[in-house]
Nanobody, 126 residues
Framework: QVHLVESGGGLVQAGDSLRLSCAAS????????MGWFRQAPGKEREFVAA????????GYADSVKGRFTISRDNAKNTVILQMNSLKPEDTAVYYC???????????????????WGQGTQVTVSS
């Protein structure tokens, strides 16, 4: 059983930055893939970024490439999403997710992940 807790969300202006953290406990391993997803009101949950624990390979949605960076600290079981140049379109609840095996960064759909955090709200005003 993996427990995930997100933090770092808030209310910012367009162009500002936020740093989201995901603390994982209970069963992380080198086979895991960690992902960030987001969900705006009335919208489907969408992929943002992913990283593998073992090698640190990363993947990003086209909408955030060049603005967001995902990273991890294996010793601390923590995944970071650094968000720069934020836009109002980035407003959503951001979720951390964990896939338990076959670590790869091409898992871009929510059903491919096994555990989820509670989410943290990011609001970007114009």
């Amino acid at each position: 059983q993996v427990h995930l807790v997100e933090s770092g969300g808030g209310l910012v202006q367009a162009g500002d930055s936020l740093r989201l953290s995901c603390a994982a406990s209970g069963g992380t391993s080198s086979s895991n893939t960690m992902g960030w997803f987001r969900q705006a009101p009335g919208k489907e949950r969408e992929f943002v970024a992913a990283i593998t624990w073992s090698g640190g390979s990363t993947g990003y949605a086209d909408s955030v490439k060049g603005r967001f960076t995902i990273s991890r600290d294996n010793a601390k079981n923590t995944v970071i999403l650094q968000m720069n140049s934020l836009k109002p379109e980035d407003t959503a609840v951001y979720y951390c997710a964990c896939r338990m095996y076959n670590g790869r960064v091409d898992y871009i759909y929510p059903y491919q992940y096994d555990y989820w955090g509670q989410g943290t709200q990011v609001t970007v005003s114009s």
